[in-house]
């Protein structure tokens, strides 16, 4: 189903109650006046927005300069919304406009000073890192709940809480969103927040004006080198968010290099956690992944608990003891909180089963780096006594040296590889598919087959699976939509390979 390109995100847009602030007291707020007329008298500001689809009467447009497009650019459509100011690096020619120098980087303190700072009244658990994010703040969200805790949810696949339940655009909301949100939780009771924070939310600035409790880091693999340039850089922006101005607890997965690195620098207080390690705060033991599930012991400073992960992977085992350390830092009980992560039964996207009466395994899982597929991909041969069946492709506009890889490693693991479209942005899918394909060829071993079309490839994949073998579906996790250069698709992985096997039964 093609969608509009610009549709706009489903987020709650009723007003916050609280002081009434007007055109100049965000005036005064910024230390700049207000250039063109806006009326006789203080006009009142309905809410902060940075998107020009969804401004209201009332709204204040801030307008940010992009890579392909200037919110002024977009000026005469927010003035026939009912906007009542912009807020940019230059005056609009149609509104009363507050001109700063760095509209990106005021937009945090500022979406947080409106809306009352709202972190300041949340313990707000964030979790970066290139892997394991979504998990992670799945899991805190379980275990602050069954703590006692109104919690509420910020991931990529997830923003869910009292007054919201959708499906975000991105991993971690633009300014205005993610201060609405906290404000929308806070005004319904919430106590705790977990929220996904990710590399180009700090390097933009989202999370400015957000006050976290705990910050948690994962883990750092080669991702996202099209946008940082290189992991050092990618590194620095993640370390960023731990030190003591920006979090009062780190805890930190030390399982790989940077996250031995970032310990040891981290200027807030620190907790560290291992699978392996024991000299970790927080360790985990006595590993043991099956069909089911996972289950381990987990030991810290407060105890040691047992955790039955009904969610499949042993690499999950990393992302629960995060969670479980971020919590025991912050003084939540250990065997609540375990139990909250031991009653999550799936997370959208991740490892996620699929089942419409067929005899082999289906199962749709984000893994879209070469360290998630070699996470994943030996447990799921563990599973499989038959063929291990592979649906694979990449993203445009992201980094193409991934693609090839992402290709090898596919065929070095799997019996039958379908290389497809995921979501080429503004790119030649066909060209996209050549590296994938390349590299999936250049691996030998498992037969390689093209097929662009997305509904294609998952009824072929699922016309040729057998009752022993395993079909996985990769790449896009819970996204929704398949984006063609100015064509917009709404395309949900788990819906459309449940469908595919329907039709095939």
């Known amino acids: 189903m093609e969608v509009p390109a ?73 003035k026939a919304a009912g906007a009542a100011l912009v807020i940019s690096d230059r005056p609009s020619s149609v509104l009363p406009t507050v001109v700063v120098d760095d509209p990106r980087g005021i937009m945090g303190p500022l979406a947080a000073w409106f809306h009352g700072d709202p972190s300041r009244d949340l313990r707000v658990h964030g979790v970066t890192g290139t892997n394991g ?46 201060q609405r949100t906290l404000a929308t939780f806070r005004r319904h009771g919430v106590t705790s927040c977990a929220m996904e924070v990710s590399s180009h939310a700090v ?35 993640k370390a960023a968010m731990f030190t003591a101005e920006r979090t009062r607890v780190a805890a930190v997965m030390v399982d790989d290099e940077w ?11 620190t907790w560290t956690c291992s699978t392996s390690d024991r000299s970790a705060d927080v360790v985990a033991s ?8 996972t289950e381990f012991t987990a030991h810290t400073p407060h105890g040691r608990v047992d955790i039955g992960l009904q969610v499949l992977g042993p690499h999950q085992v990393a992302n629960a003891l995060l969670a479980l350390t971020c919590l025991a830092a912050d003084g939540v009980d250990i065997a609540a909180a375990a139990e909250g992560m031991s009653a999550v039964t799936g997370i959208g996207g991740r490892c996620e089963p699929v089942y419409a009466g067929q005899a082999f395994r289906a199962i749709v899982d984000y893994m879209h780096n070469t360290a998630g597929q070699r996470a994943m991909l030996p447990y799921l041969r563990s599973l499989t006594s038959g063929r291990l069946i592979l649906v694979i492709g990449a993203t445009g506009g992201r980094d193409p040296g991934k693609r090839e890889p992402l290709g090898h490693v596919a065929a070095r693991h799997a019996d039958l ?22 590299g999936a060829r250049g691996a030998g071993g498992a037969v390689v087959v093209e097929k662009p079309d997305r509904h294609d490839a998952f009824a072929f994949a699922v016309a040729t699976a057998r009752a022993d073998d395993t079909v996985v579906v990769t790449g896009r996790g819970s996204d929704t939509f398949q984006r063609y250069g100015g064509r917009t698709l709404f395309f949900d992985d788990h819906t459309e390979l449940k469908r595919a096997i329907s039709a095939a039964l």
């Open 6 to 78: 610009r549709a706009g995100p489903r987020t709650d847009r009723s007003p916050i109650p609280g002081p009434a602030v007007t055109v100049d007291g965000i005036a005064a707020y910024l230390g700049t006046p207000v250039v063109g007329d806006h009326g006789a008298g203080p006009s009142v500001i309905r809410d902060l927005d940075d998107d020009s689809r969804t401004i209201r009467p009332g709204d204040a447009y801030l307008a940010v300069p992009g890579t392909r497009w200037h919110g002024l650019d977009f000026e005469q459509e927010v």
């Open 417 to 438: 590889v379908v290389v497809t479209d995921e979501s080429p942005e503004d790119e030649d899918p066909d060209a996209i598919r050549a590296g994938v394909l390349r």
């Open 133 to 178: 994010k979504t998990s992670t703040a799945h899991f805190l969200d379980a275990a602050l709940t069954a703590a006692g805790e109104c919690s509420g949810l910020i991931s990529g696949a997830r923003i869910r809480g009292p007054g919201h339940d959708l499906v975000p655009a991105r991993t971690t909301p633009e300014a205005p969103m993610l």
């Open 203 to 237: 390097d933009q600035r989202r999370v400015d004006g957000t006050a976290f409790r705990v910050m948690a880091f994962t883990n750092l693999t080669d991702d996202h080198l099209d946008y940082h340039g290189s992991m050092e850089a990618y590194f620095a922006t």
């Open 286 to 293: 006595r590993v043991r992944a099956g069909r089911l599930g």
């Open 259 to 269: 996250g031995a690195r970032l310990a040891a620098r981290a200027t807030a207080e």
